[in-house]
């Protein structure tokens, strides 16, 4: 399925909490009407406590208010917050709870990992950035670097249609029945600017490869330029393909990775793939300054998307994901001078010799990485649909 691009709307974009935080409290404290907000972490820390202030207020002031949260990126949640918002009116559900942190069963890794928020259908944020403080991370990762965008104008509708169609899902789910819905002025999804702009959604139904297929199909009509900022990047066979084939015919392909996570074994896995890339004259850069959260792209002058996917397996295929692409000169300049000035200021340039000079127990350690993460998604069953011949092009050897 195609991205619908729509004209008309109006785009901010939002570096890191420090900026989406004050801009999503505002706009839950002028709400009228309705709230939805979907996110995979809700955080018992300063922004957490903020946001419940701010959504409880809301509901005692007559707003419906509805909250979904992922059980497993927000386990906690039915202890921090659940017991507050039932008080306060607002209505917060739990999308596939965790049962038993220690069960290993293919539906655990089917996760809700969009950040959404859309307050009385004429403002939404789409992005990376969870409720979480961006200096909740341990001292050397502080801040977290992500981004969001405010969003006004027609593609609202598109928001509205897939928010409002996941908080029916999960009701039925968790609670055989459905909430009775209030309208919504759909008539304010007016012109708003003029910027174009698609909501694509990622899942792994009938949206499985939606993202991803927006992706390849920018990467192979990239003429000058290709920047990729993602926090957690194992690509498969069809987007390792074009980012090859980009690079071959001249296009200028970077990427910018994590150089401190909070996931050692995916960044293993991913530097598995650095010996290639490398040598196929794709730029790959690590962010050491902090955290880096960010999913986010710019493709030549005037492709540009932020949003909750990574490009990797457990996102394209497993996760429920959502982003804004947008097609703009402006906002595509905007994003890229962000991620040039990062590369800049805190990021450090990955060599082919720093690659052929590690140790064997460190290729090691990389090919082994790699090999479970594949082992991980081939237990939920979508391994060969995303790697198959992905290893002819992509690995580097395996040590001897």
């Known amino acids: 399925m195609k991205p619908e691009f729509l004209p008309g709307n109006r785009l901010t974009l939002l570096d890191s909490g420090r900026e989406y935080f004050p801009a999503l409290l505002a706009a839950i404290a002028a709400a009228e009407r309705e709230i939805y907000l979907e996110t995979y972490i809700f955080a018992a820390d300063a922004v957490g406590e903020a946001v419940c202030a701010a959504l409880c207020a809301a509901a005692a002031r007559g707003v419906v208010v ?51 928020a859309l307050i009385d259908g004429c403002i939404a944020f789409v992005g990376g950035i969870n409720i979480v403080d961006d200096d909740n991370a341990p001292p050397d990762m502080r801040p977290r670097y992500d981004y969001a965008v405010k969003v006004q104008g027609p593609v609202l509708a598109d928001i509205h249609r897939a928010m409002r169609r996941m908080w029916e899902i999960v009701t ?153 692409v947008v097609r703009d000169t402006r906002f595509a300049g905007e994003l890229r001078a962000h991620l040039e000035a990062a590369i800049v200021a805190g990021a450090r340039a990955m060599c082919p010799v720093d690659i052929q000079r590690q140790s064997w127990p460190r290729r090691l350690l990389r090919w082994a990485s790699y090999g479970l993460v594949r082992l991980l998604v081939g237990i939920a069953g979508y391994g060969d649909r995303h790697w198959r011949a992905e290893d002819r092009v992509s690995q580097d050897p395996p040590p001897r």
């Open 172 to 324: 039925w789910v968790n609670l055989r029945r459905r909430f009775r819905f209030t309208a919504v002025d759909h008539p304010r999804c007016a012109v708003a600017g003029t910027q174009v702009a698609a909501f694509l959604v990622g899942d792994n139904l009938r949206h499985r490869n939606s993202i991803l297929n927006a992706y390849i199909e920018a990467i192979h009509g990239a003429r000058r330029e290709i920047l990729i900022a993602n926090a957690y990047f194992l690509p498969g066979l069809r987007f390792g393909r074009a980012l090859y084939a980009a690079a071959r015919r001249g296009v200028q392909v970077t990427v910018l990775l994590q150089g401190k996570t909070d996931h050692p074994l995916l960044r293993f896995a991913t530097q598995a793939l650095y010996g290639a890339a490398l040598n196929a004259g794709i730029r790959i850069f690590e962010y050491e300054k902090s955290f880096m959260h960010a999913k986010v792209a710019v493709i030549d002058d005037d492709w540009a998307t932020v949003g909750s996917s990574n490009i990797d397996p457990f996102s394209l295929l497993l996760a429920k994901e959502a982003n804004i």
């Open 66 to 116: 509805n909250v979904t949260v992922d059980g497993f990126g927000a386990r906690n949640f039915p202890v921090d917050f659940q017991p507050r918002f039932a008080a306060a009116g607002v209505r917060a559900l739990i999308y596939r709870p965790e049962l038993g942190r220690f069960r290993l069963k293919r539906h655990r890794l089917r996760r809700l990992h969009r950040k959404l």
